[in-house]
């Protein structure tokens, strides 16, 4: 293999959470900053990403470069595809699909295991956090298993969506209290997160670098992504 890639994820059993938009704002920032080579594995068979890209791709036309590519999977296919190409990239970004059966929708599960990172958005009210804490104890485990085998697995929480809800500050003290790492930093509810760029990145706006670059530079740190 050319090049062994970072593998991270974005992800939380519960759907709705911000999965999707941070994955796109990340890899466009650290691929436009750090010039990486970077792809993102869409394994939601809902494709959201697939389509947000397609969306942007038609809308611009002919001569435009993304930041990142965007390669729709089935997660059946990823621990072959990452062996045979995974080598050409430097960051590849998995946005795993929601757990609908939490512990037991197995071929979910085992796309965190493909990963060395994984950031797991919160959204602060009472059934958002229930479930974040079920999905803490499969990252637990999986860490664990991947400890047996000599590998590493790093997970941090972060609060999404900040200023939408009361309960942000009960809902991180609760992640905390179940050993959930969290981040200092976290998202704001802002309309320039709906719909980030696969062409731009997020911090080459004013308001873009005021928001979200304290994240992103919390998220580069944590991860120790160079
Ligand atoms: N910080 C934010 N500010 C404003 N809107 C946000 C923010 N985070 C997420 N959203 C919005 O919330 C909705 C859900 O986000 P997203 O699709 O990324 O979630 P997801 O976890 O990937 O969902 P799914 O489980 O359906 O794949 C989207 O409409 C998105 O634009
Ligand atoms: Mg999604």
């Known amino acids: 293999m050319a ?18 938009v941070v994955t796109i704002m990340l890899a466009t920032a650290l691929a436009k900053e750090l ?54 990239y430097d960051f590849i970004f998995i946005d ?7 512990k037991k929708d197995n071929s979910t599960v085992m796309l965190l295991y493909n990963c060395d990172s994984i950031l797991v958005p919160i ?19 999986a860490s664990n298993d991947k400890q047996d085998m000599d590998e590493t697995l790093r997970y941090f929480g972060f609060i999404n969506r900040r200023n939408q809800r009361k309960s942000n500050e009960e809902a991180e003290q609760a992640m905390k209290k179940e050993g959930m790492k969290m981040f200092t930093n976290s998202l704001s509810d802002l309309k320039i997160f ?21 994240f992103y530079m919390e998220f580069k740190k944590k991860f120790k992504l160079k």
């Not at 090049?3 to 999707?20: D, M, Q, W």
């Not at 068979?45 to 999977?73: A, C, F, N, R, W």
């Open 35 to 88: 010039g990486k080579k970077i792809l993102i594995l869409d394994c939601d068979s809902q494709g959201s990403i697939t389509d947000m890209y397609e969306t942007e791709k038609e809308i611009l036309g002919e001569g435009h470069e993304p930041l990142v590519e965007v390669e729709e999977i089935t997660p059946r296919k990823v621990n072959t595809f990452l062996r045979r190409f995974g080598g050409d």
């Open 123 to 141: 959204v602060g009210n009472e059934v958002d956090v229930l479930s974040s804490f079920d999905f803490l104890s499969v990252l637990e485990e």
């Open 194 to 214: 709906t719909s980030p760029s696969f062409f731009s990145s997020i911090l080459d706006t004013k308001e873009g670098e005021r928001r979200f670059s304290p």
């Open 3 to 20: 090049n062994e890639p970072r593998i991270l994820s974005v992800a939380n059993a519960k759907g709705g959470v911000g999965k999707s």
């Open 96 to 102: 795993i699909p929601r757990m609908t059966d939490k």
